[in-house]
C-alpha cells in the first residue's frame, strides 16, 4: 500500500473470497504511515580544547510521523560525520552516536585543518538528509612568544614600551610596540596618601 499520508494511523484487515463466497475476516491490524526523519539541528560547533571540536545539536522534532504526533516513532541512531571539504567528500569520517545523544566531543582531529560538520538521524526506513552543517579548525595551544623587551617610554610618563617575537604561519614574526601604563602605588604606612617611591 503506497501513497499513505504521513503519520496518519490506518487499519488494515484481510477478506478471503472465491467463487463459493466470502470466508471469515481476519483481525484488523493498526500501523501508522512512516517516513524517514527530519535531521537534528546543530546549534553550535567550538573549538576550545587542544585538537578538539565541541558539538552540541537539538534533536529532531519529526522522527518519521510529523513534528504534531506523539509520541514520536523510536529512532535507531544518530550520525556525525565531519570532512574537509563543504561537499562532504575529502577526509570523510562518522561517528554513531545514541539516538538521544545531542553533545559529542570530537578529537584527536589534525591541527589547523578546516572541518565541515553535519549529522543525520535515522529509523527504521533510512537515514535523514542534513539539515545544516556547520565549519571550524582545529587548534593547538599557541607558541611561547620569545624575545620579550621592555623599554621605558621618553615621550609619555609613566609608560612602558613592550615588544616580542610570536610565530606565526610557521614564521616568527615581531609584534609591534605596545603601550602599558605603568602606576604609582601609595605606601601603606604613609598617612594621607602621599606617593611612595620605589
Not at 481476519?26 to 527530519?38: C, E, I, R, Y
Not at 578546516?114 to 535523514?128: A, D, T, V
Request: glycine share 6%; charged share 15%; aromatic share 8%.
Amino acid at each position: 500500500m503506497t501513497g499513505l499520508t504521513k503519520g496518519r494511523s490506518y487499519f488494515v484487515r484481510v477478506l478471503a473470497t472465491n467463487d463459493a463466497g466470502l470466508n471469515n475476516v481476519s483481525d484488523a491490524v493498526n500501523k501508522p504511515a512512516l517516513d524517514t526523519p527530519n535531521a537534528p539541528t546543530i546549534a553550535s560547533a567550538v573549538a576550545d580544547s587542544l585538537f578538539t571540536i565541541n558539538l552540541a545539536w537539538a534533536l529532531s522534532l519529526d522522527t518519521g510521523l510529523g513534528p504534531a504526533i506523539r509520541p514520536q516513532w523510536p529512532m535507531r541512531q544518530q550520525c556525525i560525520q565531519l570532512a574537509t571539504d563543504a561537499a562532504f567528500t575529502n577526509n570523510v569520517y562518522s561517528i554513531m552516536m545514541t539516538p538521544n545523544a545531542t553533545t559529542q566531543a570530537n578529537t584527536g582531529l589534525n591541527k589547523g585543518w578546516h572541518y565541515y560538520i553535519r549529522i543525520f538521524s535515522s529509523n527504521m526506513l533510512g537515514e535523514s538528509v542534513a539539515f545544516n552543517s556547520k565549519t571550524e579548525h582545529a587548534i593547538d595551544s599557541p607558541s611561547l612568544p620569545l624575545n620579550l623587551q621592555v623599554v621605558v617610554s621618553t615621550t609619555s610618563t609613566r609608560e612602558l614600551l613592550l615588544s616580542w617575537d610570536y610565530r606565526r604561519h610557521g614564521a616568527w614574526w615581531c609584534s609591534m610596540p605596545r603601550r602599558v601604563p605603568t602606576r604609582t602605588h601609595s605606601s601603606p604606612n604613609t598617612a594621607g596618601g602621599h606617593q611612595h617611591s620605589h
